[in-house]
C-alpha cells in the first residue's frame, strides 16, 4: 500500500527567505525528508503557505492518509 502525506509547509514567504538567507533549508522539504527515510514510496505533496493553503489540484484532504504540519514563524 503507497501512502499519500500531505505536508503544509506554514512559513510564509518571508520566513522561507529568512531560512534560505542563513543557508537553511525550507521545512516542507526538511518534512518530506524525513517521512521519506520510514516510508520511501509514498506519495508526498508539499504545500507551501501562501497566505492560505492551496491543495494540488483535484485532491481533497480526505485523500491523504496523514497531514503534517511543519512549525513556523507564523503564529495562531
Known sequence: MTLRFLVLD???DAGRKALAGVGARDA???YRDAIR???PDA???VVPFTGRFEL???NAVSDYDAV????SNLTV
Request: net charge negative.
Open 28 to 30: 516542507g522539504s526538511l
Open 10 to 12: 506554514a512559513y510564509d
Open 56 to 58: 494540488p489540484s483535484g
Open 37 to 39: 527515510t520510514t516510508e
Open 68 to 71: 503534517v504540519w511543519t512549525g
Open 43 to 45: 506519495t508526498i505533496d
